[in-house]
């Protein structure tokens, strides 16, 4: 089975420009997170999306919006990308939002590195 | 101060030794609590799962949660060079806010 995939695995861009990262959660899950994880720390929420709308939101600017498609893979947008943008930004995909459900598997991350 | 703390290491052992690795949180409405593998430069692997307070066992790994100190750990019996990587506790509510909290990983190496 295929676990969660992410696209691209590595990225350039520069200051100011806009990035569109793309999730493909495991088949059956209908939930999908990203995190966003600078070197050296662990992984902080940004999205949480459940059946293609937002269940949570992190503390991270307007600049960063993502949606979920019907179906369930989602893609993270970034906007005005700053030198602090650049982290390994990580998809979850869960079965659903409660209890047993919420067991959470990553996939490889996209490294974003912006210059 | 953070919710979720964690000794960052790096921690090194000899082949075969026992390792434990903690996190201590702040947040009483934690119910589920996870330990993660991350290797370098690759998305973190889910090693245990456990939710409220108890022990869970699974191969040479054993992760125990203690609510009441806010405490939870994990074991790794007979550890191997291929252990060696960073391990991350996360947490999360379940219900309401169910984003999982991430400690900031304990770095592992575990010398041959």
């Known amino acids: 089975d295929a676990g969660v995939t992410q696209s691209p695995t590595h990225l350039i861009k520069t200051r100011g420009q806009q990035v569109t990262l793309r999730c493909s959660p495991i088949s059956g899950h209908k939930s999908v997170s990203w995190y966003q994880q600078v070197l050296g720390q662990g992984p902080q929420f940004i999205f949480q999306y459940y059946e293609k709308e937002e269940r949570g939101r992190g503390n991270f600017p307007d600049r960063f919006s993502a949606r979920q498609f019907p179906n369930y893979s989602s893609e993270l947008n970034v906007n005005a990308l700053l030198l602090g943008d650049s982290a390994l930004y990580l998809c979850?995909?869960?079965?659903?939002?409660?209890?047993?459900?919420?067991?959470?598997?990553f996939g490889q991350g996209t490294r974003l590195t912006v210059v | 101060q953070k919710e979720v703390e964690q000794d960052p290491g790096p921690l090194s052992v000899p082949e075969g030794a026992i390792v434990s690795l903690n996190c201590t949180y702040s947040n009483s409405a934690f119910q589920y609590f996870m330990w993660y593998r991350q290797y370098s430069r690759k998305g973190p692997e889910l090693l245990m799962y456990?939710?409220?307070?108890g022990n869970k066992e699974d191969g040479r790994f054993t992760a125990q949660v203690d609510k009441s100190s806010k405490y939870i750990s994990l074991f790794i019996r007979d550890s191997q060079p291929s252990d060696s990587a960073t391990y991350l506790c996360?947490?999360?509510?379940?219900?309401?806010?169910?984003?999982?909290?991430f400690g900031s990983g304990t770095r592992l190496q575990v010398q041959p």
């Open positions: 456990t939710y409220s307070s």
């Open positions: 979850a995909s869960s079965w659903g939002l409660q209890g047993r459900n919420t067991e959470a598997f």
């Open positions: 996360a947490m999360s509510e379940g219900t309401g806010r169910r984003a999982l909290t």
